[in-house]
Nanobody, 124 residues
Framework: QVQLVESGGGLVQAGGSLRLSCAAS????????MGWFRQAPGKEREFVAT????????YYAASVKGRFTISSDGAKETVYLQMNSLKPEDTAVYYC?????????????????WGQGTQVTVSS
Protein backbone atom coordinates (compact mmCIF):
# COMPACT_ATOMS: atom_id res chain seq x y z
CA GLN A 1 0.00 0.00 0.00
CA VAL A 2 1.32 3.42 -0.96
CA GLN A 3 1.72 5.88 1.84
CA LEU A 4 2.86 9.48 1.98
CA VAL A 5 3.05 10.86 5.49
CA GLU A 6 3.67 14.56 6.08
CA SER A 7 4.97 16.06 9.31
CA GLY A 8 6.46 19.29 10.57
CA GLY A 9 3.53 21.65 10.37
CA GLY A 10 2.59 24.01 13.15
CA LEU A 11 2.08 27.58 14.27
CA VAL A 12 4.79 30.14 13.59
CA GLN A 13 5.05 33.91 13.59
CA ALA A 14 5.49 35.87 10.39
CA GLY A 15 9.14 35.86 9.35
CA GLY A 16 9.74 32.48 10.95
CA SER A 17 10.65 29.11 9.47
CA LEU A 18 9.31 25.58 9.34
CA ARG A 19 10.53 22.40 7.67
CA LEU A 20 7.99 19.93 6.38
CA SER A 21 8.85 16.29 5.76
CA CYS A 22 7.12 13.71 3.58
CA ALA A 23 8.01 10.07 4.12
CA ALA A 24 7.13 7.73 1.25
CA SER A 25 6.61 3.99 1.57
CA UNK A 26 5.01 1.07 -0.19
CA UNK A 27 6.27 1.64 -3.73
CA UNK A 28 9.43 2.65 -5.51
CA UNK A 29 9.33 6.41 -5.83
CA UNK A 30 12.71 6.96 -7.41
CA UNK A 31 11.22 7.24 -10.89
CA UNK A 32 8.55 9.76 -9.91
CA UNK A 33 8.54 13.49 -9.42
CA MET A 34 7.42 14.62 -5.98
CA GLY A 35 5.53 17.78 -5.19
CA TRP A 36 4.17 19.98 -2.45
CA PHE A 37 0.79 21.65 -2.77
CA ARG A 38 -1.26 23.73 -0.35
CA GLN A 39 -4.89 24.59 0.21
CA ALA A 40 -6.20 27.48 2.25
CA PRO A 41 -9.81 27.61 3.50
CA GLY A 42 -12.19 28.50 0.69
CA LYS A 43 -9.48 28.30 -1.95
CA GLU A 44 -8.43 25.74 -4.52
CA ARG A 45 -5.40 23.56 -4.01
CA GLU A 46 -2.35 25.31 -5.42
CA PHE A 47 1.10 24.20 -6.48
CA VAL A 48 4.06 25.07 -4.26
CA ALA A 49 7.14 23.15 -5.46
CA THR A 50 8.27 19.99 -7.20
CA UNK A 51 11.45 17.93 -7.46
CA UNK A 52 12.77 14.93 -9.33
CA UNK A 53 14.40 12.18 -7.31
CA UNK A 54 17.04 11.74 -9.97
CA UNK A 55 19.02 14.84 -10.84
CA UNK A 56 17.39 16.97 -8.19
CA UNK A 57 15.69 19.30 -10.67
CA UNK A 58 13.26 21.67 -8.99
CA TYR A 59 10.52 24.11 -9.89
CA TYR A 60 8.69 26.60 -7.64
CA ALA A 61 5.57 28.68 -7.63
CA ALA A 62 6.37 32.36 -8.04
CA SER A 63 4.81 33.12 -4.66
CA VAL A 64 7.35 31.00 -2.77
CA LYS A 65 10.46 31.18 -4.95
CA GLY A 66 13.42 32.44 -2.97
CA ARG A 67 11.74 31.64 0.36
CA PHE A 68 11.00 27.91 0.11
CA THR A 69 13.40 25.09 -0.78
CA ILE A 70 12.38 21.57 -1.79
CA SER A 71 14.86 18.74 -1.36
CA SER A 72 14.92 14.96 -1.23
CA ASP A 73 16.78 12.13 0.42
CA GLY A 74 16.58 9.06 -1.81
CA ALA A 75 17.94 6.69 0.78
CA LYS A 76 15.22 7.68 3.21
CA GLU A 77 12.57 8.19 0.49
CA THR A 78 11.76 11.48 2.15
CA VAL A 79 11.04 14.85 0.59
CA TYR A 80 11.44 18.08 2.51
CA LEU A 81 10.09 21.60 2.19
CA GLN A 82 12.13 24.22 4.01
CA MET A 83 10.00 27.32 4.44
CA ASN A 84 11.68 30.58 5.43
CA SER A 85 10.40 34.14 5.76
CA LEU A 86 6.89 32.84 6.24
CA LYS A 87 3.96 35.16 5.66
CA PRO A 88 0.35 34.99 6.92
CA GLU A 89 -0.74 34.23 3.35
CA ASP A 90 1.30 30.99 3.52
CA THR A 91 -1.27 29.65 6.01
CA ALA A 92 -2.78 26.47 4.56
CA VAL A 93 -2.86 22.71 4.74
CA TYR A 94 0.24 21.48 2.94
CA TYR A 95 0.09 18.23 0.98
CA CYS A 96 2.85 16.01 -0.35
CA UNK A 97 2.20 14.18 -3.61
CA UNK A 98 3.88 11.64 -5.91
CA UNK A 99 3.47 12.03 -9.66
CA UNK A 100 2.81 9.32 -12.21
CA UNK A 101 5.97 10.21 -14.08
CA UNK A 102 9.42 11.58 -13.47
CA UNK A 103 8.97 14.94 -15.13
CA UNK A 104 8.30 18.09 -13.14
CA UNK A 105 4.71 19.23 -13.03
CA UNK A 106 2.66 21.90 -11.28
CA UNK A 107 -0.66 20.27 -12.21
CA UNK A 108 -2.44 18.41 -9.38
CA UNK A 109 -4.08 15.95 -11.78
CA UNK A 110 -0.67 14.59 -12.75
CA UNK A 111 -0.05 13.45 -9.19
CA UNK A 112 -1.39 10.04 -8.30
CA UNK A 113 -0.61 9.62 -4.62
CA TRP A 114 -1.34 12.18 -1.89
CA GLY A 115 -0.61 12.49 1.80
CA GLN A 116 -3.16 13.47 4.41
CA GLY A 117 -1.79 17.00 4.79
CA THR A 118 -0.22 19.01 7.58
CA GLN A 119 -1.47 22.37 8.84
CA VAL A 120 0.79 25.40 8.66
CA THR A 121 -0.44 28.55 10.38
CA VAL A 122 1.49 31.82 10.19
CA SER A 123 0.43 34.54 12.59
CA SER A 124 0.95 38.23 11.90
Amino acid sequence: QVQLVESGGGLVQAGGSLRLSCAASGRTFSSRAMGWFRQAPGKEREFVATITWTGGFTYYAASVKGRFTISSDGAKETVYLQMNSLKPEDTAVYYCAAAERGSLSSTPSEYRYWGQGTQVTVSS
